[in-house]
């Protein structure tokens, strides 16, 4: 993690656990998720040289789709209010709850 990021995690933790306004808390989550996001970037990004390096094998594993696109749609939401936009997410309840990412072969 570098520093900023946990900097930023950590000051929005703290701020979190403060009493805040319903805006400041909401701005605050919104640090949060983005370090958090951030974070995860970073990850995949060594994951992504761990794969081309051949160092990393991928298997196929289910995952929370609506929880998903659930964290994508909060991140473009704040991008979006801030342009004075609405973003709106709409699942269409015959979407499995989970899904497999699939691979046509491992990589080892």
Do not use: Y
């Not at 919104?30 to 990004?45: C, K, P, V, W, Y």
């Not at 051949?54 to 939401?77: C, V």
């Amino acid at each position: 993690m570098t520093p900023w990021i946990a900097l930023a995690v950590t000051l929005s933790l703290l701020l979190l656990d403060a009493p805040l306004e319903p805006l400041q808390r909401s701005r605050a989550e919104a640090i949060q998720r983005s370090g958090e996001l951030m974070l995860r970037l970073l990850n995949d990004l060594l994951d992504l040289a761990r794969i081309e390096a051949g160092k990393l094998a991928l298997l196929p594993a289910p995952f929370d789709l609506p929880a998903l696109l659930g964290a994508i749609a909060a991140q473009q939401a704040a991008l979006a209010e801030r342009k004075g936009l609405r973003f709106d997410l709409v699942i269409d309840p015959t979407l499995p709850a989970f899904a497999a990412n699939h691979c046509s072969a491992p990589w080892t």
